[in-house]
């Protein structure tokens, strides 16, 4: 066997991946699955709000309002595009900061998980966590929550479309083809995706 042969194609990571979108789109879950297909570090944005508060996200909204959520959910994406590159799955209204916008376009690259009304009612309808939907009509506040912040969203690097039904390893793929085709329209900036031999 040649030399050449010996040699595999490995994929590496430049900046960290921020997956957003409206709860139900399924970053984290996916999230989880590419950080591992990429070998690079899974963070979960609400998880480590709530590991820095002592307090769940329900209880955070509760005890202090959304207004102190934000604030915190800001500082904790901060630390994180500052650490190793990985995976960030952040919480639906992260991406709604101008602040935290601007701070990933610096340091990471934006993925908006993209997904249908009905897709992401099916995946919160029986979740109690979701302390937005906890009031009457909660499906009506979600298509408004979508409505609302959906220009917000196309604001991200690159849009994956989710779809009910999809295994999380096409999800994965569809990721890194739309990083992909991202990387190869910035021909003058690094790349994301960076391939090396191995």
């Known amino acids: 066997m040649s030399s050449a042969a010996e040699h595999?194609?490995?994929?590496?990571?430049t900046r960290t991946i921020v997956l957003v979108g409206l709860m139900g789109a399924g970053k984290t879950s996916v999230g989880k699955r590419l950080a591992s297909f990429l070998?690079?570090?899974?963070?979960?944005?609400?998880q480590e709000v709530e590991a820095?508060?002592?307090l769940s996200v329900r209880e955070i909204f509760e005890r202090y309002g959304e207004a102190e959520f934000r604030s915190g959910e800001t500082r904790v994406v901060q630390r994180l595009?500052?650490?190793?590159?990985?995976?960030?799955?952040?919480?639906?209204g992260a991406f709604l900061s101008e602040a935290t916008r601007a701070a990933i376009a610096a340091q990471g690259v934006s993925v908006w998980i993209?997904?249908?009304?009905?897709?992401l009612w099916h995946r919160v309808k029986d979740k109690?966590?979701?302390p937005l939907l906890q009031q009457p009509e909660p499906r009506e506040v979600l298509e408004r929550l979508l409505e609302d912040r959906r220009h917000i969203y196309a604001q991200a690097d690159v849009e994956v479309l989710s779809e009910s039904g999809l295994s999380h390893d096409v999800m994965v793929r569809r990721i890194l083809e739309a990083i992909r085709t991202f990387d190869l329209a910035r021909p003058d900036s690094p790349a994301v995706l960076q391939r090396d031999l191995v």
């Open 8 to 13: 595999k194609i490995t994929v590496s990571l």
């Open 39 to 46: 070998h690079v570090p899974f963070h979960d944005s609400d």
């Open 52 to 54: 820095a508060a002592d």
């Open 81 to 92: 595009l500052n650490g190793p590159p990985g995976v960030l799955a952040t919480g639906g």
């Open 114 to 119: 993209n997904a249908s009304i009905d897709t």
């Open 128 to 130: 109690p966590t979701r």
